[in-house]
């Protein structure tokens, strides 16, 4: 049986593809195609995971500019024809769509070729392409429970955000291993997302060196980003600079997160299912791009995470030292954060599409 993935945009969007894909490939003759876009990372993540690729127009429909909108509505048309010209050659079974634009002209396609589609809103709150895929979904499925209200009634189940495999049996042990840490020391993972932040990187550069005291960093900065943090790690002491492990990009963040006391991130889609399966406390910081302050007031509403403002950024480095220093309010961080976690989300998500498929 085949099966078709679409999405992308962020790697928020297209790695709970590939979990799901995991678990699809678990019975044996599954075939696996992912649609996505020309550019976006993920085309990285799915060739990274052995799956065929196939690029379809797609381009952001919404926007206050009448041209960028007419530019977007031509792009979801021409990508909408492209589409039921590869799904026709293709022929899945059924389609996994997690939202962001690259999605929105398989969905529509699927739908107009009688191919069941299975929707997954990976945030709390649904952007437009996710909106727009939920009028042609058989099922729509979502991360947590308060989702529920902005999506269709009596369609709509809440699976939780599926993780990859390496974030189910990843260990501390191996973690310290592969990232070369110290033990005996405290660990902050800094994680900006796929494409890194700028802003969090400067914040945490200005404050390596106090960091560097009391612990050691490993910092996800982004590929755009690390040779100008790698010039502020050549300034450090030597000693400080073993302390600061630095890395434009890791396929390992499991075992990041794993060996780390406190996670410092952007709150994309990802932080609703790795930072609470792996059970880390975190500092979330959201974008101003998204609706990622809806993800992170869910995770400090539940007690699991503090949200920081951009604009507070010159707090960052006293609030990392606060908890690093606070034991009890760190493991009880973790504790609600393990209580949001769904292991068996990408196990729930394959059986599903299995189902629709049938």
Same mark, same amino acid.
């Given at each position: 049986?085949?099966?078709?993935?679409?999405?992308?945009?962020?790697?928020?969007?297209?790695?709970?593809?590939?979990?799901?894909?995991?678990?699809?490939?678990?019975?044996?003759?599954?075939?696996?195609? #992912? @649609?996505?876009?020309?550019?976006?990372?993920?085309?990285?993540?799915?060739?990274?995971?052995?799956?065929? @690729?196939?690029?379809?127009?797609?381009?952001?429909?919404?926007?206050?500019?009448?041209?960028?909108?007419?530019?977007?509505?031509?792009?979801?048309?021409?990508?909408?024809?492209?589409?039921?010209?590869?799904?026709?050659?293709?022929?899945?079974?059924?389609?996994?769509?997690?939202?962001? #634009?690259?999605?929105?002209?398989?969905?529509?396609?699927?739908?107009?070729?009688?191919?069941?589609?299975?929707?997954?809103?990976?945030?709390?709150? +649904?952007?437009?392409?996710?909106?727009?895929?939920?009028?042609?979904?058989?099922?729509?499925?979502?991360?947590?429970?308060?989702?529920?209200?902005?999506?269709?009634?009596?369609?709509?189940?809440?699976?939780? @955000?599926?993780?990859?495999?390496?974030?189910? /049996?990843?260990?501390?042990?191996?973690?310290?291993?592969?990232?070369?840490?110290?033990?005996?020391?405290?660990?902050?993972?800094?994680?900006?997302?796929?494409?890194?932040?700028?802003?969090?990187?400067?914040?945490?550069?200005?404050?390596?060196? /106090? !960091?560097?005291?009391?612990?050691?960093?490993?910092?996800?900065?982004?590929?755009?980003?690390?040779?100008?943090?790698?010039?502020?790690?050549?300034?450090? +002491?030597?000693?400080?600079?073993?302390? @600061?492990?630095?890395?434009? #990009?890791?396929?390992?963040?499991? #075992?990041?997160?794993?060996?780390?006391?406190?996670?410092?991130?952007?709150?994309?889609?990802?932080?609703?299912?790795?930072?609470?399966?792996?059970?880390?406390?975190?500092?979330?910081?959201?974008?101003?791009?998204?609706?990622?302050?809806?993800?992170?007031?869910?995770?400090?509403?539940?007690?699991?995470?503090?949200?920081?403002?951009?604009?507070?950024?010159?707090?960052?480095? +006293?609030?990392?030292?606060?908890?690093?220093?606070?034991?009890?309010?760190?493991?009880?961080?973790?504790?609600?954060?393990?209580?949001?976690?769904?292991?068996?989300?990408?196990?729930?998500?394959?059986? !599903?599409?299995?189902?629709?498929?049938?």
């Amino acid at each position: 049986m085949k099966f078709a993935l679409a999405g992308g945009g962020t790697g928020g969007h297209a790695y709970p593809a590939i979990a799901v894909a995991e678990r699809l490939r678990e019975i044996e003759g599954t075939e696996l195609v #992912y @649609y996505g876009t020309e550019r976006g990372p993920e085309r990285a993540v799915a060739e990274g995971a052995r799956i065929p @690729y196939r690029a379809v127009p797609a381009s952001q429909v919404r926007s206050r500019s009448p041209i960028r909108l007419a530019t977007g509505l031509v792009q979801l048309w021409r990508g909408s024809n492209v589409a039921a010209r590869m799904l026709a050659e293709d022929r899945p079974a059924a389609v996994f769509a997690t939202g962001g #634009y690259a999605a929105a002209p398989i969905g529509r396609a699927a739908r107009r070729a009688g191919i069941p589609l299975v929707v997954f809103l990976p945030d709390v709150h +649904p952007g437009w392409a996710v909106r727009f895929l939920a009028r042609y979904a058989t099922t729509v499925a979502c991360s947590v429970e308060q989702s529920r209200a902005s999506l269709p009634t009596g369609r709509t189940v809440v699976t939780g @955000y599926p993780v990859r495999e390496q974030f189910l /049996t990843a260990t501390r042990e191996e973690g310290i291993a592969r990232f070369g840490l110290d033990p005996s020391l405290k660990t902050v993972l800094v994680a900006g997302g796929s494409l890194g932040a700028h802003q969090i990187n400067l914040a945490i550069a200005g404050a390596l060196p /106090t !960091l560097l005291e009391q612990a050691q960093v490993i910092h996800i900065s982004g590929p755009d980003e690390e040779h100008w943090l790698q010039r502020e790690r050549e300034r450090l +002491p030597e000693w400080m600079r073993d302390r @600061y492990h630095l890395h434009a #990009y890791t396929e390992e963040m499991a #075992y990041a997160m794993r060996a780390a006391d406190l996670a410092v991130t952007r709150a994309g889609a990802s932080t609703l299912g790795e930072l609470p399966v792996t059970g880390l406390p975190a500092i979330v910081i959201p974008g101003s791009f998204s609706d990622q302050h809806l993800n992170a007031a869910y995770l400090e509403g539940e007690g699991a995470a503090i949200m920081m403002p951009t604009t507070h950024l010159d707090e960052l480095a +006293p609030l990392i030292t606060l908890l690093l220093g606070d034991g009890p309010r760190r493991e009880a961080m973790a504790a609600a954060m393990r209580q949001l976690a769904h292991p068996d989300a990408a196990t729930h998500l394959a059986r !599903l599409l299995r189902e629709v498929a049938a």
